[in-house]
């Protein structure tokens, strides 16, 4: 059978947990990894933070290592699903999930109390433009600790133009199947029309022998080298490494993806 739901991948909270949190334990070896080559921290107990959680995936393997760790997420539906998540596991004690908009972020927490923030996958892109972009840079700023460190993942854009990309990934949780197939349509050269990706999203979810098909189209901000360099100069953050997918620096290389390391300026 097949049916046809509305809604984008964000709006189911299962569906998009069931996607996302494979390879989180490997991914946080990684940052576990670039924490220790980059951040300059006091010994004692340190909180890690996720902006944009969403279900919570980071959360919930921060706290299994015996971490303090909190997150926040735009959606509600999204910020409920990761703290349920959390109470069934046992993990509540440890990891706190608020409801806060990535542009709005510098009066979450008390300013200078978080040690790590992570915040990969290009979510940073939706941010609308520079002045929101701005001011989540601004407000993780004040969050951060002196030595410590906000890392953020993002894919930056040519300046002369990329060719239309795809992406398909598949999960199983629970006897649900899911399948998204990702078109990616970016921007013409720099200067030449808006400063948009367009990213449209086909998902195939099946249960129970239903077949369901939902498709979600919007928009991501782009970043040409220049541009990010250019944002990230006016801010309260500043660079200290550019690593690809596994920690490695980056040494010149043109990369579909980067872990941008940032901390406190001054």
């Given at each position: 059978m097949k049916g046809?739901?509305?809604?984008?991948?964000?709006?189911?909270?299962?569906?998009?947990?069931?996607?996302?949190?494979?390879?989180?334990?490997?991914?946080?070896?990684?940052?576990?990894?670039?924490?220790?080559?980059?951040?300059?921290?006091?010994?004692?107990?340190?909180?890690?933070?996720?902006?944009?959680?969403?279900?919570?995936?980071?959360?919930?393997e921060w706290a299994a290592r015996g971490r303090r760790a909190v997150g926040f997420d735009v959606s509600a539906a999204m910020a409920g699903h990761a703290r349920r998540r959390l109470r069934r596991l046992g993990l509540?004690?440890?990891?706190?999930?608020?409801?806060?908009?990535?542009?709005?972020?510098?009066d979450l927490l008390p300013p200078g109390g978080v040690d790590v923030a992570y915040l990969p996958d290009n979510s940073f892109r939706h941010l609308p433009d520079d002045r929101a972009a701005r001011a989540h840079l601004d407000g993780m700023a004040r969050l951060l600790r002196p030595g410590g460190v906000y890392v953020l993942g993002l894919s930056l854009t040519s300046p002369l133009g990329e060719p239309p990309d795809e992406d398909v990934w598949t999960a199983s949780r629970g006897g649900i199947r899911v399948t998204q197939v990702v078109n990616y349509l970016p921007p013409g050269p720099d200067g030449i029309g808006p400063r948009r990706e367009r990213v449209i999203s086909h998902l195939v979810v099946s249960r129970a022998g239903v077949e369901e098909h939902r498709d979600h189209v919007y928009d991501l901000r782009t970043y040409t080298p220049r541009q990010w360099d250019a944002l990230l100069g006016r801010s309260d953050l500043r660079r200290l490494a550019s690593l690809d997918r596994l920690g490695t620096p980056r040494a010149g290389r043109d990369l579909p993806y980067q872990l941008e390391v940032l901390a406190r300026r001054g």
């Open positions: 046809d739901g509305g809604g984008g991948f964000y709006d189911d909270p299962v569906v998009y947990d069931i996607l996302a949190a494979p390879g989180t334990v490997a991914e946080l070896d990684v940052l576990d990894a670039v924490v220790a080559a980059w951040a300059v921290l006091e010994s004692g107990p340190r909180l890690w933070l996720e902006p944009a959680c969403g279900t919570g995936r980071c959360l919930r509540a004690t440890t990891a706190e999930v608020l409801v806060a908009d990535m542009a709005d972020c510098g």
